[in-house]
């Protein structure tokens, strides 16, 4: 059963823009709700879906291909409507085939996964992967339309895409809300979310969005526990078993908190406090010296750093951070604590 908003909005749009075609595209795993969820759209748009692989395969310039090829034999002209429904990968990818399927069709994003709810779905940053280099193809290019995140969705997602979710749910604790971060101290499990926890991640994002759309300063503290986070990620695909991107994050969150305290910037009993609350949520692998290395050689390579050294944000206390420190790789011994 679909959320009345999102179909309320939807069809106020396709009037006033008079739109004739809506195109859905979702994977494997979300198609079989599309049709009872928008079922009442097609009493005023036709409307057409595209089913993709679920996972991160189908996040490729491939199938981005094969989506701009099905739109030019359907002959979908530059008025049809993307809506992309489905977890982060199928918002990036809807939104980059949106930016450039005829140099740009409208779009939205109808997020079902927790973590696509509090940040893919938005934002306007779309893109593919290039084999191991995630987004390494994309643009900034911003639906015409905000849904709101329909909770009712997350009833049904795994376990697993919960926590991953709830690890990025996390951060904006971490950097946006002392309040948020002791309500989520309460929570015995991370599936007892309230809506007004998604809504205050939804908002802080849209705010940072807003001043920092093309993501040239500020909108880089939306990276804190990234930085660690995307080279755990890109650690664990390269053993050939991939890790969930907020599982990664959550790992990331604790070791910048680390450094944040290590390097003087957090104040110790604030450290104490998120390295007592993450590991109840995540597993927290150590750092030992190897495995510090390899990660270190993907944080260098990391597109955001220049002359060498690794570009972090740290928390200057619980819910709020500081973007863009440029930090020598030495430092991150620290994490052999
Ligand atoms: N996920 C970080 C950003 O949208 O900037």
Redo the contacts with the bound molecule.
Sequence with gaps: MANRDIIRQLLEHFRRKDTRNAVVLTDENVERYYSGYFAELSGCVSMDKIVVPAGECSKSIETAIRIWQYLAEKQYDKNTFLLNFGGGMVCDLGGFVASTYKRGIPFANCPTTLLAMI??GI?G?TGVDLQDLKNAVGTFYFPDIQLPADIILLQTLPDKEFRSGFGELVKYALIGSHELFQDLCKLESFKELKPEFLDFCIDF?QKI?KEDPL?HNL?HI??FGHTIGHAIESYYAELGDPIAHGLAVAQGLYYESLLSYKLGHLPQEEWLQIAEFLPKHFDIMPLSGELLEKLTYYMLNDKKNCNNLINFTLLDRIGHATPNFQIASDSLITFNH
Aim: proline share 0%; hydrophobic share 30%; aromatic share 0%.
């Design positions: 940040d893919a934002g940053k994002k969005v993501d909108r939306l990276n």
